[in-house]
């Protein structure tokens, strides 16, 4: 591909990446879902298919700074189990990122998000709180099930970065505690991420020129996850909670906005 990325984005574009970056460091050590929002506001200043490949190795950083503080309470019979399929829609996700725009299937993911963090907001503001026995039975859902949410954050991942709100709603309907929580995302995340690298740079979307844009928004994302653990040790499991459904639905609602 016959692409560039200007690194002169001016102040104003600039502070807009420096601002993105900074909520992904925030959001990794802190409410995953949210990480979303500033790749596509990260979008808005730097062309649409190079700021996956420019916003990759700042989203890795971001998820090394969350498994320095969270990575021995992460679970991993749940990386395990979802893993496999992630990487099916991972090859899913590259050839509809080599082949199209892919908005199409971001507007598919954007109301299932959507219509499920509704769902899930309404029933947690009704107190529809399930009995012991089917919370156990919800826990240990079908592997059918898990391996088709693999399959949508891989395809997500791959052509949007937009897949921290689908896990997340996984990881949400298993109530897990919210620091195993945030491990367990940092697990699953740092593993994709860095697998995708030789797909992003066959594709031409990781460049001399992006690498060097992501060492200078480096320092952002660090002081963003710093902060982001400042802000787990303040937070209780309600608030966590709904911060990450409403973060979800925002997540949702931003796959409609074309990029």
């Known amino acids: ?6 690194l002169d984005l001016g102040v104003a574009g600039f502070l807009i990446a420096a601002f993105a970056v900074f909520v992904i460091g925030l959001a990794k050590s802190s409410v995953p879902a949210a990480a979303t929002m500033p790749v596509g506001l990260f979008a808005l200043v730097i062309p649409a298919k190079l700021s996956v490949g420019a916003i990759l190795p700042l989203l890795i950083l971001g998820d090394i700074i969350a498994l320095l503080a969270f990575r021995k309470v992460g679970r991993w019979d ?10 099916v829609g991972m090859f899913i996700g590259y050839f509809l990122l080599a082949w199209s725009t892919s908005r199409e299937v971001a507007y598919v993911i954007g109301a299932i998000l959507v219509f499920t963090a509704i769902y899930e907001i309404r029933k947690r503001l009704r107190n529809e709180r ?30 949007a970065n937009s897949a921290g709100p689908i896990f997340s709603l996984y990881l949400l309907n298993l109530q897990l505690p919210m620091q195993t929580f945030v491990g367990t995302n940092s697990w699953l995340f740092f593993i994709i991420n860095v697998s995708k690298i030789p797909f992003n740079a066959n594709l031409g979307i990781i460049t001399t020129q992006t690498l060097i844009l992501a060492v200078l928004l480096a320092p952002f994302v660090v002081m963003g996850g710093l902060f982001g653990q400042k802000i787990m040790r303040r937070i209780n499991q309600r608030a966590f909670e709904y911060s990450a459904l409403v973060s979800t639905l925002i997540a949702g609602l931003l796959l409609f906005i074309p990029r």
Do not use: C, H, Y
Request: hydrophobic share 50%; aromatic share 2%.
């Open 130 to 159: 399930m009995d012991i026995e089917q919370n156990s039975s919800q826990k240990q859902r079908s592997r059918l099930t898990a391996q088709l949410m693999g399959v949508l954050v891989g395809i997500m991942t791959m052509t």
């Open 78 to 87: 749940i990386v395990v189990k979802i893993l496999p399929s992630v990487f």
């Open 1 to 6: 591909m016959n692409l560039t990325l200007p």
